[in-house]
């Protein structure tokens, strides 16, 4: 299979297609129902501007003013340093788009329709809200402030979720976001996990659907973004809970514990259009992404997992704009070689195979790329 990991340009024409079926579709009476998936052709590049396997981390102990293992969000949220962590976003972004503008990076970073404007784009921040640990304030506002600041989006037009622990308020409750743009919703599980959305291979050989949030199974988000943290989780799922286990909370969960679901369902669901976007029929290229930043925040981080207080302080973020690849580059560079801690090899490998990738495709000889050297 030949791989195609550069750059793949999103055509006015192909939008402007889009656009009169479109509006074709709204002359009736909208019924959502679920077609069969089609088929992510795997190798094929995601994003137009950035290769799939970039994956690029930032070590810095300046994140923190503390260095406290063990302790609530509460307390974390009191040792976080807002203007440090925005400063090295922009180096990640920097790094991950190969720019040295600032503008520049991030605009590569999100893209959009061109029939669309900026302040109309609707955006999905899917976080973690089980248990005890959760991403920091100045993590989520950061993103945020990009959005609304630098692209345009209107504040309103944002909205951060889980669906599945969030419910009953839990996400305002456990996680006040500070520093956020006017606007931004705290959704807890923006409606829940509802609509049927189709779930492609190799779960159930690609011909089963699974609940999802309806807000993406009904195509009503332009951009998703995964902020993930850094946990360990069962050995069916690799050992570990990165940016793909984070839609456990964009689909149901129930499925990916039943016997025939583990990798199998996890992979698939992150196959899906409800989080990769339109996919073209004949030729299996995303279209337009829907998923354009991942995530992980590892400012602090467990081996064990996914419930308890952290048991290191990593003072670590990474980023990626396809979450297979991140996942596994953290997952073996980072927890396995750099923690010693273990992980389900066999999964790991699977979160590129599976994708049309291997460990050999990687770029800088397979490591994560330092944004420290580059400078904002």
Request: overall charge positive; hydrophobic content about 35%; proline content about 7%.
């Amino acid at each position: 299979m030949k791989k195609n990991v550069g750059l793949n340009g999103i055509s006015r024409r192909s939008f402007l297609k889009s656009a009169v079926a479109g509006a074709a579709a709204l002359s009736v009476p909208y019924v959502f129902v679920p077609h069969g998936a089609v088929a992510y052709e795997p190798g094929k590049s995601i994003h137009p501007n950035i290769s799939p396997l970039r994956v690029v981390g930032i070590h810095d102990p300046n994140m923190t003013s503390d260095l406290q293992v063990g302790n609530s969000w509460s307390d974390q949220e009191k040792l976080v340093r807002a203007e440090v962590i925005g400063t090295d976003f922009d180096r990640l972004a920097c790094a991950l788009a190969q720019e040295k503008q600032l503008k520049v990076a991030w605009q590569k970073i999100f893209v959009k329709s061109p029939d669309k404007p900026w302040s109309d784009v609707v955006v999905a921040i899917k976080t973690n809200n089980i248990s005890s640990q959760h991403t920091r304030s100045p993590v989520i506002a950061k993103l945020c402030h990009v959005l609304t600041d630098v692209m345009g989006v209107k504040g309103s037009n944002i909205h951060i979720y889980d669906g599945m622990h969030g419910l009953r308020g839990s996400l305002v409750r456990k996680t006040p976001f500070k520093g956020l743009p006017e606007g931004v919703r705290i959704e807890n599980d923006w409606g829940g996990i509802r609509t049927p959305a189709s779930v492609p291979a190799p779960w159930r050989g690609g011909t089963s659907t699974s609940r999802c949030l309806s807000h993406l199974a009904e195509d009503r988000v332009d951009i998703l973004i995964n902020v993930a943290l850094c946990k360990g989780h069962n050995s069916q799922f690799g050992r570990f809970t990165l940016s793909l286990k984070n839609h456990f909370g964009t689909f149901s969960p129930r499925p990916g514990h039943a016997p025939d679901g583990g990798a199998d369902y996890l992979i698939a669901i992150n196959r899906s259009k409800a989080i990769l976007g339109d996919v073209d029929r004949k030729t299996g290229s995303v279209l337009l992404p829907r998923q354009q930043l991942c995530v992980i925040d590892a400012l602090w981080a467990s081996n064990g997992g996914p419930s308890g207080n952290p048991d290191s302080q990593p003072n670590r973020l990474f980023m990626s704009t396809f979450g297979p690849a991140l996942d596994y580059q953290v997952a073996t560079k980072y927890r396995r070689d750099t923690m010693g801690w273990r992980i389900n090899e066999e999964v790991a490998q699977r979160f590129l195979t599976e994708f049309g990738f291997s460990p050999k495709d990687l770029p800088e000889g397979g490591k994560i790329i330092d944004a420290m050297k580059y400078p904002v």
